[in-house]
């Protein structure tokens, strides 16, 4: 049930969990397979035509089905990369990004309305986080975007708007239900979810039997820099991050992915290209990429990009100290693929004074 309404959101349940919720309204239990079904293709509850018209009624009635709404689309004109801007049931709105690659199609997905981690050079931090997405409305992006589309979804990437470790129960019910083999069947390998390092959570979720990649947004190789960029680190430092990711590959077998977000003059040089190497040697001891990004500039925060000849300086000084590392390609540089500034814009656009007559 949901908290606002009391009704049922039946595309947050398992297959399991709507066999009970269909008999409940008087239908068979094998209702409850083709409902997953149609739901796992974004379907409007009219057009699932072997449901009979009174079982249909009843859903409209009983449950709430939370489907995003295609508020804005983007499509770059230099790779296809598409950006969506997706209307809430409540009408807060988030972003999610589709990519195309050689290998398949894959999926940037928002777990929050805003996000409260207070890191300084994202701009979907900006106004706070307003509420957590539920399992369906993450689900409900990938089943959007696919039937918008018209393509598979091959893969997903939990760096949209939010934080996902801190919108747990969500994520881990989103996690299941995607996988499944009965819906959409994305296999928890090509899932990679992101985190600014909530140690506790990082923990818990390697014991969750959920094999995904871990990406962890580090962006600094020492306590003072990344507490400066990112608050989160004034709670968990660089020592207990890299501890809990080790755990994370021990249990999990799955190789560590860290975001470094190169900004200029704050972590871009060789000096802290050295430190990141020695103290990720040090710290993890085990299987670990840098993956480098060159910051997406956002007015409000005052930073800026540094030249791509400054970010091959620091991946080759990474690898020439033994550290895998790559330059992250970027993928709709002509529509702001990054996200958050979809968002930010529709805010400022709702907040704007109405002109004088």
């Known amino acids: ?53 009174s079982f249909r009624k009843k859903l409209a009635e009983a449950g709430e089905y939370r489907l995003p709404v295609i508020e804005k689309k983007l499509v770059s004109r230099i790779d296809g990369t598409i950006k969506y801007l997706f209307s809430l049931c409540d009408g807060e709105c988030v972003e999610s990004v589709f990519m195309r690659y050689e290998h398949g199609t894959s999926l940037c997905v928002s777990s929050q309305a805003g996000c409260a981690m207070g890191c300084r050079f994202c701009a979907s931090t900006l106004n706070g986080r307003v509420r957590n997405l539920t399992a369906s409305e993450i689900l409900g992006q990938a089943a959007a975007a696919a039937r918008d589309t018209g393509e598979r979804v091959d893969g997903i990437v939990m760096m949209g708007i939010g934080e996902p470790l801190d919108n747990y129960d969500n994520v881990i019910r989103f996690l299941r239900l995607v996988s499944d083999p009965r819906g ?10 992101s985190t600014c390092g909530l140690v506790p959570r990082i923990l818990e979720l390697a ?28 709670r968990y430092n660089v020592a207990s991050l890299l501890e809990a990711c080790r755990t994370y590959f021990e249990k999990t077998g799955r190789r560590v992915s860290f975001e470094y977000t190169l900004i200029a003059g704050k972590n871009d040089g060789r000096e802290e290209a050295g430190r990141l190497a020695s103290v990720l040697k040090n710290g993890m001891r085990c299987p670990c990429h840098v993956n480098l990004i060159l910051l997406n500039e956002v007015a409000e925060t005052g930073l800026s990009t540094p ?46 004074p109405a002109p004088v007559s």
């Open 1 to 53: 049930m949901t908290e606002e309404t009391g009704r049922a959101d039946f595309m947050s349940m398992t297959p399991e969990e709507l066999e009970e919720f269909v008999t409940t309204l008087g239908e068979k239990p094998y209702r409850a397979g083709q409902l997953f079904s149609w739901m796992a293709k974004g379907a409007p509850i009219e057009e699932m035509t072997n449901l009979p018209a």
């Open 184 to 193: 959409m069947g994305i296999g928890l390998r090509h899932i990679s979810l």
């Open 207 to 234: 014991g969750e039997g959920l094999p995904v990649t871990l990406s962890v947004s580090l962006h600094a190789p020492d306590d003072e820099t990344r507490s400066a960029l990112m608050p989160v680190n004034r």
């Open 307 to 352: 030249d791509r000849g400054r970010a091959e300086e620091f991946r080759r000084e990474l690898e020439r100290r033994g550290v895998n590392a790559t330059i992250r390609r970027r993928l709709g540089s002509d529509i702001n693929a990054s996200c958050g500034q979809l968002r930010l814009q529709r805010l400022a656009e709702k907040n704007k």
